[in-house]
Antibody, heavy 120, light 108 residues
Framework: EVQLVESGGGLVQPGGSLRLSCAAS????????MSWVRQAPGKGLEWVSI???????HYADSVKDRFTISRDSSKNTLYLQMNSLRAEDTAVYYC??????????????WGQGTVVTVSS | EIVVTQSPATLSVSPGERATLSCRAR??????LAWYQHKPGQAPRLLVY???TRATGIPARFSGTGSGTEFTLTISSLQSEDFAVYYC??????????FGQGTKLEIK
């Protein structure tokens, strides 16, 4: 059974850093494209970042140069390193598995989310 | 970036009735559209992909239609567990993925 479990969220001051983790089970995290998607309070879903099976990455313009997506195959875990955090980064962060291996498509499995609050 | 727009923002329907949700892309995305159901405190759930293919385990009362720029998700006879927020997502042109802003389906 495929499972995704996020952790690492919390309260952080503006300008601070946080690293989110997404522990995967039931599949190999490097075998699928994997993304982070967030939902700010009262807002809809916003795609944040993707890591392709080959290891290349892309980011939404709103987080480019501040966030870094990575994975550790030995731990079967996806990460999101978030630096220079802003109030507008406050959201529930979900990791999501893409059905695509060679190119991204849609998300067939999602985690339950971890809450990030950026506030002084 | 392909902009995807959902309507209405909120839809009030009685249990047992039909609900029709719309999603429009600013340019053609072929059939590369997915629909998700999202309930508070839960993970989003894939309902439909390829505009019209139901995901594994999704009841037949959920059906997706459309191609190009106009798409529809229909729930034929609403059950209590169907009241949630629904999102469409295009995956024809990426990055970035584009989600619609969501339609909240509430009990009338």
């Amino acid at each position: 059974e495929v499972q995704l479990v996020e952790s690492g969220g919390g309260l952080v001051q503006p300008g601070g850093s946080l690293r989110l983790s997404c522990a995967a089970s039931g599949f190999i995290v490097s075998s699928n494209c994997m993304s982070w998607v967030r939902q700010a309070p009262g807002k809809g879903l916003e795609w944040v970042s993707i890591i392709y099976t080959a290891g290349s990455t892309h980011y939404a313009d709103s987080v480019k140069d501040r966030f870094t997506i990575s994975r550790d195959s030995s731990k079967n875990t996806l990460y999101l390193q978030m630096n220079s955090l802003r109030a507008e980064d406050t959201a529930v962060y979900y990791c999501a598995r893409d059905v695509g291996a060679s190119f991204p498509a849609y998300f067939d499995y999602w985690g339950q989310g971890t809450v990030v609050t950026v506030s002084s | 970036e392909i902009v995807v727009t959902q309507s209405p923002a909120t839809l009030s329907v009685s249990p047992g009735e039909r609900a029709t949700l719309s999603c429009r892309a600013r340019q053609s995305i072929s059939s590369n559209l997915a629909w998700y159901q999202h309930k508070p405190g839960q993970a989003p759930r894939l309902l439909v992909y390829g505009a019209s293919t139901r995901a594994t385990g999704i009841p037949a009362r959920f059906s997706g239609t459309g191609s190009g720029t106009e798409f529809t998700l229909t729930i034929s006879s609403l059950q209590s567990e169907d009241f949630a927020v629904y999102y469409c997502q295009q995956y024809n042109n990426w990055p970035p993925y584009s989600f619609g802003q969501g339609t909240k389906l509430e009990i009338k």
